[in-house]
């Protein structure tokens, strides 16, 4: 009768079960590291603030003194009948606005990382110019003209 089996030294077997140790420690180690997708809810985030937009004549308007929008950079989510923007400055002068409502499956847009816009639901993530730079979102978020006024933005719905 003769064995099928291959002899395996001593050392050969102790190399494999380092390796496969190795690299049980290493999945353990990267998936305790979540977060890190670019695609992932749970990453550094900070709340949006929020800010009342009066509605009329097919303009959302909002007054900037005393909001969240007062440092270059900075944005805000924008609460109106008319529905919800994400509103951020990029000048002294100049903002965009974007519709606040995720493509993919309509959460409100309420989080950023940075300048990066960050939909709280599955963590699609969008520019400041709308479109999308990692999750699930299938579309860009529209954009839409604003004006900037004696301390008032309008965005042009
Ligand atoms: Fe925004 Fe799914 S609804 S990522």
Avoid: W
Avoid at 51 to 62: C, E, I, L, P
Avoid at 86 to 93: P, Y
């Amino acid at each position: 009768m003769s064995e099928t089996t291959v002899p395996v030294s001593r050392r050969q077997f102790c190399a494999g079960a380092c390796q496969a140790a190795c690299g049980a420690t290493f999945a353990t180690l990267f998936s305790a590291c979540g977060g890190s997708s670019p695609t992932s809810p749970g990453g550094m985030t900070t709340t949006l603030g929020k800010v009342a937009g009066q509605f009329a004549n097919s303009r959302v308007q909002v007054s900037v003194a005393g909001s969240a929008l007062a440092d270059v950079g900075s944005a805000v989510l924008v609460e109106s009948i008319a529905g919800v923007f994400l509103l951020a400055r990029t000048s002294e002068t100049a903002f965009t606005a974007l519709d606040g409502v995720c493509t993919h499956q309509g959460c409100t847009i309420s989080d950023a990382d940075g300048a990066t816009f960050v939909c709280p639901c599955h963590g699609s993530r969008y520019n400041r110019n709308g479109q999308v730079t990692g999750g699930p979102a299938p579309a860009s978020l529209r954009q839409y003209p604003t004006t900037f006024t004696n301390g008032v933005v309008t965005i042009n719905v």
